[in-house]
C-alpha cells in the first residue's frame, strides 16, 4: 500500500487551501459581505443595538441561551465593577444544581448563579415550535424556583426581567421582539414564530395561583417541576432578546471596555453552527434593514448578526473552486440542500461528516478496498462525529496510538475482512488534520473580511478605516488591537483548533496588509450567550444604571 500513500497528497489536493488563495478569499468574502449588507433579505441582519455596554451596568437578570445542542439558563448578576467575584458553578455533573461549587469566570464583574444546561432532544427539533417552548418553558420554571425557593413573599419580585440569547436566524425591529427564520442545525421548525411571545407562553402557566400539580416537561428527561409557591412563580418580561454572536460580542465588551489600544470588534459563534456579529455604519446597510425605531445619527454603528454561512456567500467559494466532491455529497444529503455552505466547511455539526466522506472515497477509490471491508460507523452517516474526532482521532499523531483507541470504539472495531495498519491510521489522521485545518483557514479568512467590510482593517481596493465607528467608541485612530469575543465547543473544547485560527489570522493579515497593521485577537467570552443575555438585559432596564434591582432581591 505504501506506494498509494505516497500519492495521498495529490489525491487530497482538494482540500488543501494555499496562502495565496486565502488572500483571495479574504477579498472574495469582503466584497461578498457587503454587497450582503445592503441587499440579503436573510444575512447581514441588524439589530436595534446602536452602542457597546460601558462596564458600569449593574442588576439581576434571568437569561436564557437556546442553541443548536443545548439549552442554557441562569440568573445573571453584573456587578459594574472589575473585583474578582466567585461565580456560582452551575452544572453538576448529571445537570443537577451545585450550589456549593464555585469557580472563577474570566469576567470578574459577573456572577453567575442557579445555572442548569439541558440538551434538547431530537424529537423537539422537528415537533411543533409550541412544543419546543413549552419544554423551554418548563426549564425556566425549574431554575426560577430554585432562585426563590427560600425567599419570603417580600422578597419575591412581581415582575423578573428575561434576556433571552437565541442561536438561529431572526428578524428583530425592537430589541424585546424577534420573528424566527428557518433555523438548520437539524431544527425543521418552519412556522416563523414570536420568538418572546412562545418563551412567554411556555411559562405563563407556572406563574397561576396555587400550582401544585406535578408537570412533565417535553424534553423526554427527568425534568419534573413542582411549583411549591402556593401563589405561583413570579412573571417574567422580556428584557432584550439577541442572537449568540450579538450576545458573545456583548459579554467580553462588557468586561473589556475599549480603550486606546484595543476594541472588541466581533462576536464569533463556532460551535455545532458558525455566525459572528460586527458593528456596522448605518450605511452600509440597506435602507430597508435599518430598524424603523433607531434614530440613526452621524455617529450612530448598528450590531449586525450577519449570519455568514447561508448561501449568500457561495458564489465566492465557488469563483475559488473550495467546495470539493465531499462537500458537495454533504450539501445534497443535508436536510436543506444549498442552505449554508461555508457552515457545512466549517462547523462542529458538519466536520465529523466530512471526514467521513472523505475517509470512506480514500479507502474504496484511492486505496481499492472493497467497501463491504469497511467497519459500520465509516459506512453510517453521521457516525463520524466532531466530538470523536476530538476525543479519539486529534489528540495523537502515532497511527498505531490510533489503531489501538479505534479497535477499542464501537462501530470501528477489526474484523475478519478489516485491519487497522499503521497505514490506513495515517491516512485517518491526515484527512483528519486536513478538514480541520481547512476549516480554521476560512474562519480567519472570514473574520479578516468581515473586518475589511466594517472598516477596521485597511487593504487596498477598500474603504478606509471606520472612522464613525470608532467615534462612536471614543476610540482615536488607530486602534492595535481587535478583539474576537469567541464562544463554542468547537473553538473552545477542540485540540489545537483555535491555534490554528489565530495563526492564520496573523499570517494571512501579514501577507495582506503593510505596517502598521493591527493585531487580531481571540479572546474566550467564557458563557458568552448567557452572560451577554444579561449584558442587553440592563442596557434596556433603568435598573441595570443603579443597585435598586439587586437590592430588593435576596
Known sequence: MSHHIKNLDDWLEPLHISSVRLCSLVRQLATTYSDL??????Q?????????????????????????????????????????VQVGCPE?????????????????????SYGRSWPIHEHLKVEKAEDLFAWVGDCLAEVVEARFFHATPEQIPNEIPLGITFSFPMMQSTITEAT????????????????????????????????????????????????????GLPNIRIAAISNDAVATLLSLAYSTRATLERKTAIGLILGTGCNAAVCLKPEALGSSKRPSDVAVSDHAVLMV?????????????????????????????????????FEYMTAGSYLGEVVRLVL?????????????????????????????????????????????RLRDTPGFEESELWTWTVDLCAVFLKIESLVLRRSAAMIAAAILALLITSGD????GFPGPNTTTRSHLNLPEPVGELV?????????????????????????????????????????????????????????CPSGKDDEQRSRWP
Open 92 to 112: 453538576g455533573p448529571d445537570n443537577e444544581f451545585a450550589h456549593d461549587r464555585k469557580t472563577h469566570l474570566p469576567m470578574g464583574n459577573v456572577r453567575k
Open 180 to 231: 424566527l427564520m428557518p433555523m438548520g442545525k437539524g431544527f425543521t421548525i418552519t412556522s416563523n414564530p414570536d420568538l418572546g411571545g412562545m418563551v412567554l407562553k411556555g411559562y405563563e402557566r407556572y406563574t397561576k395561583p396555587h400550582v401544585n400539580d406535578r408537570k412533565r416537561g417535553l424534553g423526554g428527561s427527568d425534568n419534573h417541576v413542582w411549583s411549591r409557591l402556593s401563589e
Open 305 to 341: 448578526n450577519t449570519e455568514w454561512t447561508l448561501r449568500g456567500t457561495t458564489p465566492a467559494l465557488c469563483a475559488l473552486d473550495l467546495i470539493t466532491r465531499w462537500d458537495k455529497t454533504l450539501d445534497e444529503e443535508s436536510q436543506t440542500p444549498g442552505f449554508q455552505p
Open 484 to 540: 474576537v469575543a469567541y464562544c463554542g465547543g468547537l473553538i473552545c473544547l477542540y485540540p489545537d483548533y483555535k491555534e490554528q485560527i489565530q495563526m492564520f489570522l496573523d499570517t494571512i493579515l501579514h501577507d495582506l496588509t503593510p505596517s502598521p497593521r493591527p493585531r487580531v485577537v481571540l479572546r474566550e467570552a467564557s458563557e458568552g450567550g448567557v452572560i451577554g443575555a444579561g449584558v442587553l438585559s440592563a442596557l434596556q
Open 360 to 404: 470512506v472515497d480514500t479507502y474504496t477509490d484511492f486505496l481499492q478496498i472493497q467497501r463491504s471491508c469497511l467497519p459500520s460507523a465509516l459506512l453510517q452517516r453521521q457516525a463520524v462525529t466532531t466530538p470523536f474526532l476530538a476525543q479519539i482521532v486529534a489528540t495523537t499523531d502515532i497511527p498505531h496510538m490510533l489503531a489501538g
Open 457 to 460: 482593517i485597511v487593504v487596498d
Open 44 to 84: 447581514f441582519l441588524a439589530t436595534p443595538i446602536t452602542s457597546l455596554p460601558t462596564g458600569r451596568e449593574t442588576g439581576e437578570y434571568l437569561t436564557i441561551d437556546l442553541g443548536g445542542t443545548n439549552l442554557r439558563i441562569a440568573f445573571v448578576t453584573l456587578l459594574g465593577s472589575s473585583q474578582d
Open 37 to 42: 449588507a445592503l441587499h440579503s433579505t436573510d
